[in-house]
């Protein structure tokens, strides 16, 4: 039994756009670029621009993304915020996912993939597991990890000449003539050995951490036997998950309506804001592998 204690902070995730009237008038409209191209004729490329809405989510999204796997608290062991503001107010933030579990999970380096490294990996995390076979894990790994896994399970597949040496569509599941395009190749998205298995998941938040070397970490999602719980679950305030909110200025949010102003400025803001938090329950139950 390990019984133990650990404390997390909700954090406030906010994303801000603003914008002039003018663009607002012009978001939806189409710009014609004419090129002149061969014996005088003109070729046109259609451009739109973007709209404020969905550039304000993604980044919102992304941002939350990388907070809930990447962010490190700015809490103390006292509950005392060590992040203030120039006026004095505190900035509460909570650990990332990574975070948690950096503090209990096995770690393991290597110079070249292969596929000891990933049994190595399964062969620890069956050590922590509560049942020997019939486990599932999941590997989140950056786009380098990715392309190694995939060439490393295709060669270590060569092994068991498993394929005969036909052509065959993927495509079509038939057999088909030469003089046809064929379609080679596969994606390995997850790999079992004595009777447990891992599923690999790309994450460009972790690309974006490490984008010169492989690194990736291993989690057993398997929910508690007892409770029931999840091994990794998120949390929020009742209906502060996500709140959007306009500030208005001269001509509106579309820039073209008249009426009551927050601002004297001729543009707006678009605001999303929004509270969560991540933890890991079982944080000793992972490893984590990372390129030399």
């Not at 997850?190 to 970490?217: H, P, Q, W």
Request: glycine share 8%.
């Amino acid at each position: 039994m390990n019984i133990e204690k650990h404390r997390n902070y909700l954090t406030e995730h906010r994303n801000d756009i603003g914008f002039s009237s003018r663009y607002a008038q012009m978001q939806d409209q189409f710009i014609k670029i004419a090129q002149g191209e061969g014996a005088g004729e003109l070729k046109e490329k259609i451009f739109k621009l973007n709209k404020m809405e969905k550039d304000l989510l993604d980044n919102f999204n992304t941002s939350k993304n990388n907070a809930l796997l990447w962010q490190k608290t700015t809490m103390d062991l006292n509950g005392k915020s060590t992040c203030l503001t120039e006026d004095g107010r505190p900035l509460i933030a909570g650990d990332g996912l990574i975070p948690q579990i950096e503090r209990f999970a096995s770690k393991f380096k290597f110079a070249k993939l292969n596929i000891n490294v990933i049994n190595t990996v399964m062969g620890q995390m069956n050590d922590k597991a509560a049942n020997a076979t019939g486990n599932h894990y999941t590997f989140v790994v950056n786009d380098r990890l990715w392309n190694q896994i995939n060439s490393t399970l295709g060669d270590w597949l060569k092994l068991w000449n498993s394929t005969p040496t036909v052509l065959y569509s993927k495509a079509t599941q038939s057999m088909v003539k030469v003089e046809n395009p064929i379609k080679v190749g596969g994606t390995f998205v997850s790999y079992e050995i004595s009777g447990n298995t891992v599923s690999f998941i790309v994450d460009r938040a972790l690309s974006k951490e490490y984008d010169k070397k492989a690194y990736g970490i291993c989690l057993d999602m398997t929910p508690d036997m007892s409770t029931n719980e999840p091994a990794v679950a998120a949390f929020t305030l009742e209906g502060a998950e996500f709140v959007t909110s306009k500030y208005p200025g001269v001509g509106g949010i579309d820039g073209i309506t008249s009426g009551i102003v927050s601002s004297p400025v001729a543009g707006s803001k678009l605001i999303v804001t929004g509270y969560s938090a991540i933890v890991a329950f079982a944080p000793w139950k992972s490893f984590i592998i990372e390129e030399v």
